[in-house]
């Protein structure tokens, strides 16, 4: 069977004469040679047997180094695709870089053979497991647009004379990249020229959109240059193929492992039904800069996954890790039912998590994504390339479950849902999310975000049951929960909310929407914002508690329209200043619009230290609100696991120890506080 190693553990006739046994299971091993050649084999072999009984295929465990994807396609047996324990079984898209010779200043280089990176610069650089930190400038932080200049597909920049006088002098064979942050995207693109004289950056491109062009006042960071490697462990690639790297203290740059990636997809799953796959981790993808630059769109939406499952039903990914990626972690894309992914971890991630759905509608909704699974999962730092990808997103698909995850350190959304602005057709509805735990999302670098999103005709989606916290860009358009344009039907109920720089809850305008029964606290600047009154039925926000200090209690147009039904609320300040809304106090608020509400100290036990349980319940009598345990948000299971579900994530291979323990200290990606609690106010809470 050529290269291909198998063994069958229970004896029957020879493959010749392809013979049925009531099960079997092959190996996969490392001196079998290359993994995706030795899949490959194995399933034309499989596809020969007579029947559809269950298979199992053991990878041993080990490292398996690819060059090409792993595809998995048009397979007529159910799969059990089974890794070592304990996550042994490490499947990489990256090969191993070795000629390094002295450069200069401390520095060392190594060329790039060109059939690795197919002439692209390599957008990543691991040096023994641990990410190295790409050359930047600023070495924090961004600098801002202070004029946008235009002339066809060129564009320019103007910086403070500061700002640009602090850019390194870039040589002709380097290749620097601009990365600019517009409002809730990023692009990155070549930079052309630098004038320091006129104060100006230049770089090509296809144009930007208008609703989010580029303006004065976006962010901007310069990318892969000599010049600025000025720490240990920065590296950076010039356009002739060669990689610059500055050695950690007590590094030897002979005896390290440098590895690049070269792979964009490690597994693709086409056509084909009844896959399990447990056990194994996935790591190092690439995603390259074409020559006209990289231009995301909202929630990395269109990005490339590390795995992509097309036209498949009953697909599930168990006890797995996405880690040290460049893109999206799993996306069930296209057609894709009842299919999950279970108690996986995923880590320093490129893009986000999970995708589910395109955003391409198709008229026939059988060839909707549906029914799609995604529990007790974490997901920690993600969005460290594509900075505008979002921890779980759902674009066009229904009836799916996002429950039981962790998701915290991103720069952009924790989870979003839905693809259709305004009123119009919608496939995405009667999808659930609950019980997750959400935290620290935002960094200052993009905004108009939030812990769950939501968007367009969604009748019959529930959200509750989740913990939103620490929800902060520094800027202004973040919140804990935003319905925005057209959402509709959708019920918000049971969700504890704090620590959001705009506020808990936000809709731009939806209809038919209920908020009852939340706990929405500490609000920077308002607490409740309702900006406009286009829809058909109005907002019902009922029986909920709100705990303020700071910022008003609600804003927007719509606050005061009919189109806002307001009733059995609990309302409480902390400040000396009795609340307002807008001119209003709270007091003449209550008379007006709900007399049915209260202004009183709602009894809980140590809100000011994030500890909402209730010392008594006479306030919940009195407004009808049903008390639930939001300490069953999160992800279940040993004492390790949820452990690990509160430690920030490091680019580590296998470093926890067996309490969960993070037991390294490593470089992390981008420019991400690696410990991320300065991001927010409070750590992820410990339950």
């Not at 730092?381 to 779980?392: A, D, K, R």
Request: aromatic letters at 12%; charged letters at 20%.
């Amino acid at each position: 069977m050529n290269r291909v190693c198998f063994f069958l553990l229970l004896s029957f006739v020879s493959f010749q004469n392809y013979t049925v046994a009531s099960t079997r299971e092959f190996r996969i091993t490392q001196n079998g040679g290359s993994i995706d050649k030795q899949i490959s084999q194995l399933l034309n072999v499989i596809n020969g047997i007579p029947g559809s009984e269950p298979i199992t295929i053991k990878v041993e465990e080990g490292y398996y180094s690819i060059t090409n994807s792993i595809v998995i396609k048009d397979c007529r047996h159910p799969i059990e695709l089974l890794g070592g324990e304990k996550k042994s079984t490490i499947i990489s898209g990256s090969v191993r870089i070795e000629e390094w010779v002295p450069f200069t200043n401390g520095l060392w280089k190594c060329k790039i053979p060109n059939e690795y990176v197919g002439g692209y610069l390599p957008d990543q650089l691991f040096v023994n497991g641990k990410r190295a930190q790409r050359s930047r400038t600023p070495n924090t932080g961004v600098y801002y647009v202070n004029e946008v200049l235009q002339k066809e597909s060129i564009y320019g920049i103007k910086l403070k004379k500061e700002e640009i006088e602090s850019i390194p002098f870039i040589t002709k064979n380097e290749k620097p990249i601009i990365t600019l942050f517009r409002k809730w995207t990023s692009s990155k693109r070549y930079l052309s020229g630098v004038s320091v004289l006129d104060r100006t950056l230049t770089f090509g491109g296809k144009r930007f959109p208008s609703e989010n062009n580029l303006v004065e006042g976006n962010g901007v960071i310069i990318e892969n240059t000599i010049g600025a490697i000025d720490s240990p462990g920065e590296w950076c690639a010039d356009g002739k193929g060669y990689i610059y790297y500055l050695p950690r203290e007590g590094e030897m740059v002979m005896r390290e492992e440098f590895r690049i990636p070269v792979v964009e997809k490690i597994l693709l799953i086409e056509n084909s039904n009844n896959i399990c796959i447990k056990n194994i981790v996935f790591e190092h993808t690439t995603l390259h800069i074409p020559d006209l630059g990289l231009d995301d769109i909202q929630a990395g939406s269109i990005s490339s996954a590390a795995v992509e499952v097309d036209n498949a039903d009953n697909i599930s990914f168990e006890d797995c890790e996405f880690r040290n990626i460049s893109n999206y972690g799993l996306w069930f894309r296209y057609r894709c039912t009842y299919s999950s992914v279970k108690r996986t971890f995923f880590h320093n991630l490129g893009g986000g998590g999970v995708k589910i759905g395109s955003i391409y509608k198709s008229s026939d909704l059988k060839q909707l994504t549906r029914h799609i699974l995604v529990e007790n999962n974490i997901i920690h730092n993600y969005g460290q390339f594509l900075e505008g990808s979002v921890g779980i997103g759902l674009f066009n698909a229904s009836n799916c479950k996002i429950i039981h995850n962790d998701i915290h350190y991103g720069n952009y959304t924790g989870i979003s849902l839905g693809w259709v602005w305004g009123y119009g057709d919608s496939p995405s509805k009667k999808n659930e999310v609950a019980f997750n735990r959400i935290s620290h999302v935002g960094d200052g670098r993009l905004y108009d975000l939030a812990g769950i999103y939501t968007l367009g005709r969604s009748e019959g989606t529930i959200v509750h049951h989740n913990v939103v916290s620490d929800i902060s860009s520094g800027n202004q358009k973040e919140w804990g929960l935003y319905a925005d344009e057209g959402t509709t039907g959708v019920l918000f109920e049971k969700n504890l909310v704090y620590n959001c720089t705009s506020g808990p809850f936000f809709q731009n305008y939806g209809s038919d929407n209920k908020v009852t029964n939340n706990i929405f606290a500490w609000g920077r600047d308002y607490q409740i914002s309702y900006s406009s009154d286009k829809g058909e039925k109005p907002l019902i926000f009922s029986n909920n508690i709100i705990i303020m200090k700071t910022g008003d209690l609600m804003y927007g147009y719509a606050i005061n329209t009919n189109m806002f039904y307001v009733r059995d609320n609990c309302y409480w300040s902390i400040s000396s200043v009795f609340p307002k809304v807008g001119d209003i106090e709270i007091f003449k608020w209550i008379e007006q619009r709900e007399s049915t509400s209260i202004f009183e100290d709602p009894n809980f036990r140590d809100p000011v230290n994030y500890d909402f349980r209730f010392k008594k319940s006479s306030v919940c009598k009195k407004i009808g609100f049903k008390k639930f345990n939001y300490k069953k948000a999160g992800v279940y299971g040993n004492r390790k696991w949820k452990k690990m579900a509160l430690n920030p994530s490091r680019a580590i291979i296998g470093n926890y120890d067996k309490e969960g323990n993070v037991t390294e200290n490593t470089a992390c990606f981008g420019t991400r506080n690696c410990d991320g609690l300065s991001i927010g106010a409070t750590e992820i809470q410990k339950w």
